[in-house]
């Protein structure tokens, strides 16, 4: 990697951080909901929230308003390197093909691929951009995901617990609790869904990129604010519906807890066996719940992931601009 690959990377680790920060902040209340919402169960005779409305009545009932930010700070340190992880190696992948990372300066139309090989894939990259985006998506997926899983499921823990099981008083504590009663293996519970969820965003950034190209056509200036908002917010919408029901099963696989010395979950949902996992999980949940349940939350995330999306990717392709123009004055 040459000196102007590893600042393209560093000014995306800085971007993506930024954009990660400012938009967990942003829209904290809407993930504790829409965790909330993923979490309950639709079993008669469970205390649970009737919809969105309820939801929040019930947590400001019980929390007060910090309530809607339990869990901010696993958030925040789960964003962080979360996204500039992502963009770090999705831009990454991207220059080692040639093409200039998001928020580069160069126009829709300057595309410098490396020149044909032995290796039959460079061609075909040339030829259908889609496939380097999906190729740079899934792979900076899955490394984010891997690297940051025992943070989300930290999270995700805080976010549940109810005013009358209040295991855990911050961050720390909450790993100490979970490593001490649950075991190692608990932090990465809820990673194979989440290595699945890699589809969305294989859905979500090839689109982002060729929304972004629609919008450029021929021209060499920088899209504005609005158009990088809009091309986001379609982008981010069209995955989360197209791969909502992963979320949903990580959240159930994430809550529930199974103590060293016994197998049975607190969950209240599924009594755990041995071959507990993602696929006894999604069985016991429509079988209890029908197939609507794998779609609980889906209006509130939906409201969520526009701003969350539009903010994160507004960030850090202005932050970029910004970084690109401090190296280019350096150089």
């Not at 829409?34 to 947590?59: D, F, N, S």
């Not at 900076?140 to 940051?148: N, R």
């Not at 690109?324 to 150089?331: E, F, G, H, I, K």
Request: proline share 5%; hydrophobic share 40%.
């Amino acid at each position: 990697m040459g000196v102007s690959q590893l600042k393209w990377s560093a000014n995306s680790m800085i971007a993506g951080a930024g954009g990660g920060l400012v938009a967990s902040i942003a829209t904290c209340p809407l993930d504790v909901i829409k965790t909330k919402l993923q979490a309950q169960r639709a079993i008669q005779g469970q205390r649970g929230y009737e919809g969105i409305v309820a939801t929040i009545k019930t947590i400001l009932h019980d929390s007060g308003f910090r309530g809607l930010y339990r869990g901010l700070g696993p958030t925040i340190l789960g964003y962080l390197p979360t996204w500039a992880i992502y963009f770090a190696v999705y831009d990454g992948i991207k220059t080692f093909f040639g093409e200039p990372p998001m928020g580069g300066s160069s126009g829709a139309r300057e595309r410098l691929y490396p020149a044909a090989q032995v290796k039959g894939y460079q061609p075909v990259v040339r030829e259908h951009p889609w496939g380097l985006h999906i190729l740079s998506a899934m792979t900076a997926g899955a490394a984010s995901t891997i690297c940051t899983n025992p943070l989300w499921v930290i999270k995700t823990r805080f976010m549940t617990q109810t005013r009358d099981e209040v295991r855990y008083r911050h961050t720390l504590d909450a790993a100490l609790t979970i490593y001490r009663t649950e075991g190692p293996r608990a932090f990465y519970r809820g990673l194979v869904p989440s290595l699945l969820g890699i589809a969305h965003v294989a859905v979500q950034f090839p689109l982002y990129e060729q929304l972004k190209r629609l919008a450029q056509g021929d021209s060499d200036v920088p899209l504005t604010p609005d158009t990088i908002l809009l091309c986001s917010a379609i982008s981010k919408m069209t995955a989360s519906i197209a791969t909502y029901p992963h979320e949903v099963v990580r959240t159930r696989l994430q809550t529930q807890r199974r103590p060293l010395a016994d197998d049975l979950s607190s969950d209240g949902m599924v009594k755990q066996h041995v071959r507990g996992g993602i696929i006894y999980t999604t069985r016991k949940l429509v079988r209890k719940e029908g197939w609507t349940g794998l779609y609980r939350g889906l209006s509130i995330n939906l409201i969520r992931t526009v701003p969350n999306s539009a903010v994160t990717m507004l960030t850090y392709e202005l932050l970029m601009r910004h970084l690109n123009s401090r190296t280019a004055q350096l150089q």
